[in-house]
T-cell receptor, first 111, second 116 residues
Framework: DTEVTQTPKHLVMGMTNKKSLKCEQH?????MYWYKQKAKKPPELMFV???????INESVPSRFSPECPNSSLLNLHLHALQPEDSALYLC??????????FGPGTRLLVL | GESVGLHLPTLSVQEGDNSIINCAYS??????FIWYKQESGKGPQFIID?????DKRQGQRVTVLLNKTVKHLSLQIAATQPGDSAVYFC???????????????FGKGTKLSVIP
């Protein structure tokens, strides 16, 4: 199983809402990542988790709050987002400095 | 917002021809490189990777070449098919972040269009 799953596929939220994005992998990978991708642009790294601990936060605003409840799950909690936060949010996982596997993404629209 | 007319570099090839997609990377210390394919509405899909101790690696219908002297990476696709139409990104490992994790930086991407 080389699959990373993400839910929901699509999300529309207002600027005062609180929502969460979920990511799951069952490959036994100990590193998990959140990326943000705007249209016609490359993915940009947001957060890196290693062994369920946050190791990298790429100066992401606090309205994005990551959480790693266990080695298979990664969440991204969203609160008070802005319209410019609308994007495709991608989750990835990897093991031992090897290739990162990406999920299909959650397409987020903030109104 | 995005500029009007903003677009990705595009490569158009005839079905059956070979495709070459190029990428210049930024960090001479980068030791690991990956090519990804991203179809519309999907996440990036791994194609092939290469470490800095190699200058060539082959997969099924794909070859990656690494020239560390000029910090250049290329992806060659043999006998290009309509299903190869997608955006292709190169990515470099700009630094390990501990315990088997690392930071990938992606290139701008190239849109490959295959003409049937």
């Amino acid at each position: 199983d080389t699959e990373v799953t993400q839910t929901p596929k699509h999300l529309v939220m207002g600027m005062t809402n609180k929502k969460s994005l979920k990511c799951e992998q069952h490959m036994g990978h100990r590193a998990m990542y959140w990326y943000k991708q705007k249209a016609k642009k490359p993915p940009e790294l947001m957060f890196v988790y290693s062994y369920e601990k946050l190791s990298i936060n790429e100066s992401v605003p606090s309205r994005f709050s990551p959480e790693c409840p266990n080695s298979s799950l990664l969440n991204l909690h969203l609160h008070a987002l802005q319209p410019e936060d609308s994007a495709l949010y991608l989750c990835a996982s990897s093991q031992d400095n090897s290739k990162q596997y990406f999920g299909p993404g959650t397409r987020l629209l903030v109104l | 917002g995005e500029s009007v007319g903003l677009h990705l570099p595009t490569l158009s090839v005839q079905e059956g021809d070979n495709s070459i997609i190029n990428c210049a990377y930024s960090n001479s210390a980068s030791d690991y490189f990956i090519w990804y394919k991203q179809e519309s509405g999907k996440g990036p899909q791994f194609i092939i990777d290469i470490r800095s101790n190699m200058d060539k690696r082959q997969g099924q219908r794909v070859t990656v070449l690494l020239n560390k002297t000029v910090k250049h990476l290329s992806l060659q696709i043999a006998a290009t098919q309509p299903g190869d139409s997608a955006v292709y990104f190169c990515a470099e490992n700009i630094g390990d972040s501990g315990a088997g994790s690392y930071q990938l930086t992606f290139g701008k991407g190239t849109k490959l269009s295959v003409i049937p």
